[in-house]
């Protein structure tokens, strides 16, 4: 019950249609873990697995979220592909996942922390909720920024 819950709480509005996200990760593993999790619960979502291949997506298409798994990409390729998106027409969200147990080893304290204008999502590996439940907030808090930014034009 408390699953079924979240998952809805999880879950984009089916009446603005799908969400968006680009998903950044040279696992190819980890990339259809991303994959298979997030359309489940309904995002759409597309994968690059290489800087080059993220921008040629954020300029072809809109994403209303960025996500780098920086287990698997460099922290450089993480910056580049974040700050890029930043500068979008559309402005998307921009997060880094990053592992409770590799956060432990560096600087980070465990939660959400601001990271150069894009979040750092600080998730145990087993803990799924959490993880889509960070997505979902990112995920309205850009649709929320985005309605001010229409209604001040």
Do not use: W
């Not at 997030?38 to 954020?58: C, D, H, K, P, R």
Request: net charge negative; proline share 3%.
């Amino acid at each position: 019950m408390i699953q079924d819950r979240f998952f809805l709480h999880a879950a984009p509005s089916a009446v603005q249609g799908l969400a968006r996200v680009l998903s950044i990760d040279a696992d190819a593993a980890s990339r259809m873990t991303m994959r298979i999790v997030l359309e489940a619960v309904g995002y759409s979502v597309s994968q690059a697995v290489t800087t080059v291949q993220a921008m040629e997506l954020l300029d072809s298409n809109e994403f209303e979220l960025v996500l780098c798994n920086s287990l698997s990409a460099p922290d450089q390729i993480d910056e580049a592909v974040l700050s890029y998106a930043r500068f979008q027409d559309y402005e998307p969200a921009t997060a880094v996942v990053t592992s409770i147990l590799c956060a432990a080893n560096g600087s980070d304290a465990v939660g959400s922390t601001q990271t150069a204008g894009s979040q750092r999502l600080l998730v145990e590996p087993q803990n799924l909720p959490d993880l889509l439940e960070k997505i979902a907030d990112l995920v309205a808090e850009r649709a929320l920024s985005r309605l001010e930014r229409e209604l001040a034009a």
